[in-house]
């Protein structure tokens, strides 16, 4: 299965496509510089980085990954927590492509992102699904911090 991932949920825009849990390409344009001088992230700003970095973006990634759009079976995209103008950019992008590729579309829980992300390692990074065992968390990112009891 081929997919591709879209995370915008704040400051970072994030495409990266997968195949059978191979990590083919994963890019983050970030917008550090952008948000500096405001001592912070700025809503409307990272949403406006978002719509402008995606389209430039997600087309590196599928090229990176050797990838055409129509060999794409599922996008994925964070649905939330996060900004909710920098999330919305993302969930219409993805829902664009998806729609455009008459695909189905997988709203990612941010949370469950972090959650899951141990299970990706190597070079290139795999998903070792097979791995994965019970085990309690604790998520500490940016708003959020939660100790989670994630079962098999």
């Known amino acids: 299965m081929v997919v591709l991932g879209i995370e915008t949920s704040c400051d970072e825009t994030a495409v990266a496509v997968l195949e059978d849990g191979l990590v083919r390409s994963n890019l983050v344009a970030s ?11 700025v809503p409307e700003l990272a949403a406006r980085a978002h719509l402008q970095n995606l389209p430039e973006l997600a087309r590196l990634a599928l090229r990176e990954a050797g990838v055409e759009p129509p060999a794409l079976d599922l996008v994925a995209a964070t649905r939330g927590p996060g900004l909710p103008t920098a999330l919305r950019v993302g969930w219409r992008f993805a829902q664009a492509v998806a729609f455009s590729l008459d695909r189905p579309i997988q ?10 992300s141990p299970w990706f390692e190597g070079a290139p990074l795999r998903w070792h699904a097979a791995a994965f065992e019970p085990h309690v968390a604790l998520v500490v990112s940016g708003g959020h911090t939660l100790l989670v009891d994630v079962p098999a």
Not at 31 to 41: C, F, T
């Open 31 to 41: 917008q550090v510089r952008l948000h500096a001088e405001y001592g912070g992230v």
């Open 107 to 116: 709203a990612v829980h941010h949370h469950e992102g972090h959650l899951f």
